[in-house]
């Protein structure tokens, strides 16, 4: 950020939530499904913490999950150029993910 590579920047995080629930998962379970989808990866984590009600945090964040979905994709095939104030939303969504995912 601090040297704008937005669109680095956006991977990165993108790649800090992917990682987070797949560890998440893997200290769970003993696995983690082979998928980028970080939708699919927190229904699977909702499935092995029913307590926790990640799908309400899903719903209420699915705007943010989707964005970062994209930012995977688009990062691996696309050309597309991330804006500052986008990532920093982005930056700013990690921040209550963390808060939801290191309390699992």
């Known amino acids: 950020m601090r040297r704008k ?9 993108e790649q800090f939530y992917q990682l987070l629930l797949k ?3 893997l200290i769970k379970t003993g696995t983690y499904p082979r998928t980028h989808s ?9 499935a092995a913490y029913p307590e926790k009600n990640l ?4 719903e209420s964040e699915i705007l ?10 688009v990062s691996r095939y696309l ?3 991330f804006e500052e104030r986008e990532v920093e939303q982005l930056l ?3 921040k209550r993910f963390k808060d939801v995912i290191e309390n699992i």
């Open 23 to 25: 560890y998440k998962l």
């Open 79 to 81: 050309p597309r150029r």
């Open 38 to 46: 970080l939708i699919r990866i927190l229904r699977e984590l909702d």
């Open 64 to 73: 943010f999950l989707t964005k970062m979905e994209d930012v995977y994709i």
């Open 92 to 94: 700013a969504f990690a």
């Open 55 to 58: 799908s309400s945090f899903i």
């Open 5 to 13: 590579e937005y669109d680095l920047s956006a991977f990165n995080l």
